[in-house]
């Protein structure tokens, strides 16, 4: 089955203490990209890769980290967690035909709680 | 720049009544539109999608949504709701050229169906 998986779905940890949202996708997508909703503000994306090593800077990447070095593979890496991190995160994969009609697939989200 | 306005965050109907969820976007070039649909506790998924063509797009479940250019709206409608269909509407844009183009989302619709 076509899919996005992301783990773990809830996770609850301490400020400053780093953590890492693991996202793999099994349909060969040259597009990953990482997303935070917030009641109010809907889907802003992180960081986003065109594919194998190409990472880039999406709205809102203060306080983040991410590594694309396998195609399927695109973990969030959060050094040091704040409160204000604190959000349903969402990875999502696309085609990248170079002509952005292809919809997003989206993982089914990790709640994150940084007390 | 584009942005995409969903004016509705909450619309309560009941069932079996038809309803609409409003979407205008903003953007200089021409863009590619979609609906995606987030089930409780679920990722986002493809409702359907404006490439080009006949301005009237069909989707899953029953949805179809209309592309008017003149007044840049991308409104979703169903003509009868069901129980299933209760869950968060989000509105997104992209622009069709100029290599990479990030997409863009509304704030979402909570749609809720009354029995």
């Known amino acids: 089955e076509a899919q996005v998986t992301q783990n773990p779905r809830y996770l609850i940890t301490v400020t400053g203490k780093k953590l890492t949202v693991t996202c793999s996708q099994n349909m060969n997508h040259e597009y990953m990209s990482w997303y935070r909703q917030d009641p109010g503000l809907g889907l802003r994306q992180i960081y986003y890769s065109m594919n194998v090593e190409v990472t880039d800077k999406g709205d809102v990447p203060e306080g983040y980290k991410v590594s694309r070095k396998e195609k399927r593979n695109f973990p969030l890496i959060l050094e040091s967690p704040s409160p204000n991190q604190t959000s349903l995160y969402f990875c999502a994969s696309s085609l990248n035909r170079g002509e952005n009609n292809s919809p997003l697939h989206f993982g089914n989200g990790t709640r994150l709680t940084v007390t | 720049a584009q942005s995409v306005t969903q004016l509705d965050s909450q619309v309560p109907v009941f069932e079996e009544a038809p309803v609409e969820l409003r979407c205008n976007y903003s953007?200089?070039?021409?863009?590619?539109l979609f609906w995606y649909v987030q089930y409780p506790n679920q990722g986002l998924q493809l409702l359907l999608k404006y490439l080009s063509g006949s301005t009237l797009v069909k989707g899953i479940n029953g949805f179809e949504a209309e592309f008017n250019k003149s007044q840049t709206s991308f409104h979703l409608r169903k003509p009868s709701v069901h129980i299933s269909d209760t869950a968060e509407y989000f509105c997104a844009v992209r622009r069709r050229s100029g290599g990479y183009q990030k997409v863009t989302f509304g704030t979402g619709t909570k749609l809720q169906v009354i029995p």
């Open positions: 953007s200089s070039v021409s863009v590619y």
